[in-house]
């Protein structure tokens, strides 16, 4: 008995298999395969047919094939969804994209029309794309695959890279949001009165006690969940995993407007040209500066140089703001003042494979060492606020909505 249930178990299991295996096909590739270069990347989108799993194959040169990307030292990566972005591309460097399908395990189908490109470095070429809402935006984040745009009376804006645009209100949180910082394990927002909020999915935001009553301007963070926000008067709180908030003490009384983490230090810079800086986030300096202009952002970038075999990396700080101010630092502490950039106060800069800085009028600067700046074709002439680094390159954002994106 036990030997012709056995029996019938291994004849049920094999025509199992057998018609799983008749299921199992090719398929065609999307007609509207599409690959756009970005910076250091490339977004790949397409329309994907019902229960078809999609293969793209990449490889540096022109020839890439579905068939013969192994050989010439390419890659593969399966069972993607659109849009998909491929990054930690080289700059300069000419890449070839391709893609199949295949239905229940079957082999891979004919590959799309290769299309050959080569990622280029952004911030040059900018788009005006159409205002998000009317509001003032203040700040701007974003992660591998999200951004965020936070502003006036908490509005909050979701843009999902290929995606549509997302609209929410977060009804906990009327006062105004000054800024948005990804820390690594979710997004912190804060604003005016102490206002801080929180999201781990950039969908559900929630609102955190943050201890103070103070406008809160900037957010730092070394990227491991922790935050540190700044405001009015010095105002200096910490969290661990921007849930929980405890207050500290940063040394001055001036607003603090802008802040960053990099070189292993926290620096950050507000009112009458101050500047604190700290290793731990607890303890802080207050340094001397050449200036007595307010400082609105700070940046920091690891700028790498190759000559030859030899390759160096050096650290560069960039603190900005009234006028066009401009102080460089290498290590967080000696601080130089240079020639102005601008007439205009830059309110933001970011360092993404070279640093960009946005400001009043529409203005907005490129380095590529942060000491020698080039003014570039905004398209608009509203002030903005603040710009992040995307997977494909830079957004910008400002007043009654604007909102700019390069590539």
């Not at 399908?101 to 070429?125: D, E, I």
């Not at 502490?333 to 360092?351: D, E, G, H, K, R």
Request: hydrophobic share 40%; aromatic share 8%; with cysteine.
């Amino acid at each position: 008995m036990n030997r012709f249930v056995f029996m019938v178990a291994s004849l049920a299991i094999a025509a199992f298999l057998n018609g799983c295996g008749s299921k199992a096909s090719s398929a065609d590739a999307p007609p509207d395969f599409k690959a756009v270069a970005g910076d250091s990347s490339v977004v790949i989108t397409w329309t994907a047919a019902p229960d078809v799993e999609y293969w793209i194959f990449y490889a540096r040169g022109s020839t890439v094939t579905s068939t013969n990307w192994l050989s010439i030292g390419g890659a593969a990566i399966t069972n993607v969804t659109s849009p998909h972005t491929i990054g930690g591309l080289v700059n300069g460097t000419t890449y070839s994209f391709t893609m199949n399908g295949r239905k229940n395990g079957g082999p891979g189908g004919t590959g799309a029309a290769t299309q050959v490109l080569t990622p280029r470095l952004s911030g040059a070429t900018w788009v005006v794309n159409a205002p998000l809402g009317t509001a003032r935006l203040n700040g701007a984040g974003a992660t591998a695959v999200t951004s965020t745009a936070v502003g006036a009376g908490g509005v909050i804006y979701s843009l999902p890279v290929g995606g549509t645009i997302a609209t929410q209100t977060n009804p906990s949180a009327p006062a105004n949001l000054n800024t948005v910082l990804n820390g690594g394990l979710g997004f912190a927002a804060v604003g005016n009165a102490g206002t801080v909020i929180f999201t781990s999915d950039a969908l559900t935001w929630t609102t955190k006690t943050s201890n103070t009553v103070a406008d809160l301007y900037a957010l730092a963070s070394p990227g491991t969940g922790a935050f540190t926000a700044y405001g009015a008067a010095g105002t200096l709180i910490s969290s661990a995993d921007g849930s929980t908030w405890i207050t500290g003490t940063s040394g001055t009384t001036k607003n603090l407007y802008g802040a960053i983490y990099g070189g292993a230090r926290y620096v950050a810079v507000g009112a009458e040209g101050t500047i604190i800086t700290s290793t731990d986030g607890t303890t802080w300096q207050t340094i001397a500066t050449a200036t007595a202009r307010d400082l609105r952002t700070v940046a920091f970038g690891a700028l790498v140089t190759t000559t030859g075999t030899t390759t160096t990396t050096t650290n560069q700080f960039v603190a900005l703001g009234a006028a066009g101010t401009l102080l460089t630092s290498t290590d967080g502490l000696t601080w130089t003042l240079q020639p102005p950039i601008s007439t205009s106060t830059i309110n933001a800069a970011v360092y993404g494979g070279q640093f960009v800085a946005v400001g009043t009028n529409g203005a907005i600067y490129t380095s590529a060492d942060g000491l020698t700046w080039q003014s570039q074709v905004s398209g608009t002439t509203n002030e903005l606020t603040a710009i992040t680094r995307t997977a494909t390159g830079y957004i910008a954002v400002g007043a009654a909505g604007t909102y700019l994106t390069s590539q």
